[in-house]
């Protein structure tokens, strides 16, 4: 390999020009630590007549470094690069791509005798080969067909130069960028990607105000990157932006991401401003879709907890809409998906909100799922949460290869649940008998379990099952009746002309193998009876005999329950207490399929 490097091509990259393939040694490597941690390394490089020191190395290139790929002396082809202009007029090169042609032990030595290159000096010399391009103020375009995606698939084929954008509201036009290229240093910047994920939009109040915000998702062919909208920028843009479109953005607040908010992968994340400028597109052909990293089903056993993932798979079967009230006293949807791939591994997925209760499964489509968290609720289960990204049938290959599987023969797979693995940290099945529970000692660990199970009513002890509770939306306190026609509620320290009735319901469910003593609370304990707490309440109270038939009908009717169980001492007794989470209407298709797998499970030992 010849050591000969390309004279006058550090003049050319620092005057913001193009030069193509350029080969230079580096002379030295520098260390920067930057925010949050993230290290970058800076590059003084040659030509044999000038040196530069503003080379910064793209991210994705640190390991060539830290293998000492990279280091002083080594001659390098510099196959992309950035040319970024900061606010002051510096100008920063990022080099997105390089080759080293020949190793730092190899050279040995710095070639010719360079001096640093000065802005406005008399040109020396002029490249031998490959004269620069027209000059720009703002980025440089790609240089190669190699895309250097930070974490984008491998296959997204060769890099397609981006068409200027038309001229944005605020006057300006730059040159389009790629997002893998963006960075904080950067003054004026306009990228062109597609929207593939919008969230819904949130809302929060604390005590220094309140304010509500979106975040997006975006991808280029180089990568992705987040970004968020507060207050106004929510006003001017949730409306009009829509997933799947492309959009030229430019002037948007970049900085370190906060990885324990997104999944996307990018060290930088966007911030809409006042000055931000978002415009359609209409020659979109080539900006990709939603990118992918799949996860098979069956390796999910071997991913940390709160591990975020891509996965596909087949919606094998679905649960009905439930909603919870969470924490701060707010009612939300769910509904539980079961999802199989060829693996013949099924997952419990979880949808929330307006996805849970817009899901039809009815016809087992295909699911694709960006950004989903891994959870061990109920051995391993999924959810998708504020971020992720749903696609159901989406077009691309993994989806037309799963569906011609479970076309031709992935129906007949019963499948093998991963959800139904451990006995601990929750669930939505985790499938047990009543005597199993109590040979396998659910409950006595540091934390509660939970199961399901198919039982039968056997008896239901009516005596203290309600009481007098404080009529404010979140409290559920006992009131104390003050006999004047007013009712006290010690933690709101308020009295009320009224008062609400609260459930509390001992129950007693057996199956074919044993019985247990359950503790229903209100919404599983009127589902039970079929009435609502206030309505006994008053049967209670006028019509005892009515009361009474409640509860006899309620006897000897079969559910599916959701139990929770801990091991609990009180006088310094223990003893397993048993809570029933929610309670359902069996679903005797799905029940008989799964006897007949456990049929089948059996007969083989």
């Known amino acids: ?282 020659d979109a052909g080539d900006v990709p879709m939603v990118q992918f990293e799949f996860v098979p089903i069956e390796e999910l056993e071997n991913k940390e907890k709160d591990s975020v993932v891509d996965v596909i798979g087949i919606c094998k079967s679905y649960d009905e809409v439930t909603k919870i009230t969470t924490k701060s006293s707010k009612e939300i949807s769910k509904r539980a998906v079961h999802l199989m791939d060829m693996s013949g591994k099924v997952i419990t997925t979880t949808l929330w909100g307006e996805e849970a209760e817009k899901f039809d499964g009815s016809g087992q489509p295909v699911l694709a799922i960006k950004g989903a968290r891994l959870s061990d609720f109920g051995g391993r289960s999924l959810s998708v949460h504020f971020s992720s990204t749903l696609m159901m049938n989406p077009d691309i290959p993994e989806a037309f290869k799963l569906r011609g599987w479970f076309d031709s023969e992935g129906h007949a797979v019963e499948g093998s649940s991963m959800s139904e693995m451990k006995g601990s940290g929750g669930g939505n099945a985790n499938w047990k008998t009543l005597s199993e529970v109590k040979t396998e000692n659910l409950g006595h660990g540091d934390k509660a379990d939970y199961f399901t199970c198919v039982a039968t009513i056997v008896y239901l002890r009516k005596e203290n099952c309600m009481y007098q509770a404080c009529p404010s939306q979140d409290c559920n306190k006992k009131v104390v009746d003050q006999q004047n026609g007013l009712f006290r509620c010690e933690k709101c320290d308020k009295e009320f002309p009224n008062f609400k009735y609260r459930m509390i319901l001992s129950a007693n469910i057996a199956d074919f193998s044993d019985n247990q003593w359950v503790t229903c609370f209100q919404e599983s304990a009127e589902a039970m009876l079929g009435k609502n707490g206030d309505h006994l309440g008053e049967l209670r109270d006028s019509n005892e005999q009515a009361f009474d038939e409640v509860f006899q009908n309620a006897n000897f009717r079969t559910y599916t329950f959701r139990n929770r169980v801990k091991l609990e001492t009180y006088n310094d007794e223990s003893r397993i207490k048993a809570s029933v989470m929610d309670v359902k209407p069996v679903d005797h298709k799905e029940y008989s399929k799964r006897l007949l797998m456990n049929i089948r499970k059996y007969a083989t030992q």
């Open 1 to 282: 390999m010849s050591d000969k490097l390309t004279p006058g091509a550090i003049r050319t990259i620092a005057k913001g020009d193009q030069i193509q393939n350029a080969v230079l040694q580096v002379i030295n490597t520098r260390r920067i630590e930057g925010a949050a941690g993230l290290q970058r390394f800076r590059l003084l490089m040659s030509d044999g007549v000038n040196t530069l020191s503003s080379f910064m190395l793209a991210t994705q290139l640190n390991d060539l470094v830290e293998q000492k790929e990279i280091a002083a002396n080594c001659i390098c082809r510099i196959k992309k690069y950035i040319v970024n202009t900061l606010k002051d007029g510096r100008r920063v090169v990022i080099v997105m791509d390089l080759e080293v042609l020949k190793s730092a032990s190899d050279v040995g030595k710095t070639i010719g005798e360079p001096v640093p290159y000065v802005e406005g000096e008399a040109k020396t010399t002029s490249p031998t080969s490959n004269p620069p391009a027209k000059s720009f103020k703002q980025q440089s375009s790609y240089n190669s067909e190699t895309s250097m995606n930070r974490g984008a698939p491998k296959d997204l084929g060769k890099q397609k130069a981006f068409p200027d954008p038309p001229n944005t509201p605020g006057g300006s036009q730059s040159k389009v960028v790629p997002i893998s290229s963006l960075n904080p240093y950067q003054s004026k910047w306009t990228i062109r990607a597609r929207i593939t994920n919008k969230s819904q939009i949130r809302t929060w109040s604390n005590s220094r105000g309140e304010g509500k915000l979106f975040s997006m998702e975006i991808v280029d062919e180089s990568g992705e990157i987040r970004v968020t909208g507060f207050n106004e920028q929510v006003d001017k843009y949730y409306a009009v932006i829509e997933v799947n479109k492309v959009y030229y953005i430019s002037k948007g607040t970049l900085k370190i991401a906060n990885k324990q908010y997104t999944n996307v992968k990018n060290d930088y994340e966007m911030t809409l401003n006042n000055d931000t400028s978002i415009v359609p597109c209409d």
